[in-house]
């Protein structure tokens, strides 16, 4: 008996939701209600991706093969999976869910691949170049909570990409450069030298820089630093600052400038600067106050 093409597409669809129902109902027995919560749409919006486009079979193994790459350029010292999450919009949505806006809070934005544990202590007033290329810059600001309180003792960690555009870990050997951790002072006040961001093109010597280049997108993202910033009963804030009249600000790569991140990156003439230190070649310097929102509830996820 054949059937007519109505009755064959409603047979196909039926077939089709069978398999997504059955793997939807495997997570249903899972310990967590969180992780269960998460599989299940997964699957469901996986799957539906899969009969949107009517995924060809060496299309999904293309995408298969593609996700392997990911991961085997992955290592300690690159993450390609967090460039792909970044280039995809996935990082920048993830940072509005998780950091919605608090009023008078510093805004959030994307973490980026090159954060590295373990950087070098440094006091205020040091230097976390670590003779990284670059023009000086002096760089300067509070810590407070959105209720006006300065929050001494608050740790920033920051890092940046040198006049080249290469963070250290781009480098061949174990060269620490662009980045340091220090402590906020007893008035919240912070102070380090650094070198004056530069803009740069993310990787595509791999796998996320073929997709890039395959849809006909850019890869450069602005002039930026990057700071991570936490203290006791507030949200840790992951964010950099942009520098004024970078040409690539409207055309970010991963999707990570706002406007209230743009800040002017002084030039300064040789001679003495804030902390008292004699310069011989030109500087920069910026102002940059960072304001915590409290620490609120959040569900998570464990297997």
């Not at 590295?116 to 170049?129: C, Q």
């Not at 991963?254 to 030039?267: I, M, Q, R």
Request: proline residues 6%; negative net charge; glycine residues 12%.
């Amino acid at each position: 008996m054949t059937l007519d093409p109505d009755q064959q597409a409603k047979e196909q669809a039926a077939r089709e939701q069978a398999v997504t129902d059955e793997a939807v109902a495997s997570f249903a027995g899972a310990g967590s209600d969180r992780y269960r919560e998460i599989m299940q749409s997964l699957v469901r919006h996986l799957h539906a991706f899969a009969r949107d486009v009517r995924l060809t079979h060496d299309e999904w193994e293309r995408g298969i093969e593609f996700l392997t790459r990911v991961g085997h350029i992955t290592d300690d010292r690159r993450q390609e999976f967090i460039l792909l999450s970044d280039v995809l919009g996935l990082s920048m949505l993830t940072v509005g869910i998780n950091a919605p806006a608090s009023a008078g809070a510093t805004e959030s934005t994307v973490f980026g691949p090159f954060f590295v544990e373990g950087a070098p202590e440094v006091a205020l007033d040091g230097d976390i170049a670590g003779g990284a290329k670059g023009t000086p810059c002096y760089v300067t600001g509070t810590v407070r909570s959105t209720d006006g309180r300065p929050l001494p003792g608050a740790r920033i960690e920051v890092w940046e990409a040198d006049e080249d555009g290469l963070y250290d870990v781009q480098y061949p050997g174990a060269r620490t450069a662009g980045r340091g951790r220090l402590r906020a002072g007893d008035s919240g006040e912070y102070r380090f030298w650094s070198v004056l961001p530069s803009c740069y093109g993310i990787p595509d010597d791999g796998p996320v820089g073929e997709m890039l280049a395959a849809a006909g997108r850019g890869t450069m993202r602005p002039a930026h630093l990057h700071f991570k910033v936490d203290a006791p009963g507030h949200r840790t804030l992951i964010t950099h600052i942009f520098v004024a009249g970078d040409e690539h600000l409207d055309r970010d790569a991963v999707f990570g400038v706002k406007d209230s991140l743009v800040h002017e990156f002084v030039p300064e003439p040789p001679g003495r600067a804030p902390d008292g230190s004699q310069r011989d070649e030109p500087w920069s310097r910026v102002d940059f106050d960072i304001v915590l929102a409290p620490a609120q509830g959040h569900r998570g996820v464990s297997a």
